[in-house]
């Protein structure tokens, strides 16, 4: 990740890789999938960059074709389908709650 403020100022958030960056709306968390897990790193106030440790929210081995984060914190999940007959959509709810219990935040 690199700062827009000062370009010089870099820090890595994945040592096993990552895609599908995206900022929750409050800008103080990024999301990312790594090997089938969806990641998110929160981000420490001030200028500059603070991530803190990345936390495993969930695993989900289906192929993702593209996600975002809504305006609530949920999840909205585009995921490719090999069934016949239709799309499906699934919904995450609470999942900041989920993520501070596991953070005990």
């Known amino acids: 990740m690199q700062s827009m403020s000062d370009p010089g100022v870099r820090e890595q958030i994945s040592r ?3 895609v599908l960056p995206r900022w929750a709306p409050s800008g103080r968390e ?11 790193v929160p981000m420490g106030p001030g200028p500059g960059l603070h991530p803190g440790q ?13 996600y975002d984060v809504a305006r609530d914190g949920r999840l909205i999940v585009a995921r490719d389908v090999q069934q016949a007959g239709g799309t499906q959509i699934n ?9 501070r219990k596991k953070t005990g935040k």
Do not use: C
Request: charged share 20%; hydrophobic share 50%.
């Open 16 to 18: 096993e890789g990552g």
């Open 30 to 40: 990024l999301l990312y999938i790594s090997q089938d897990w969806v990641i998110s």
């Open 54 to 66: 990345p936390v495993k929210l969930f695993l989900d081995k289906a192929q993702w074709s593209g």
């Open 91 to 99: 919904i995450v709810l609470h999942w900041f709650d989920e993520l």
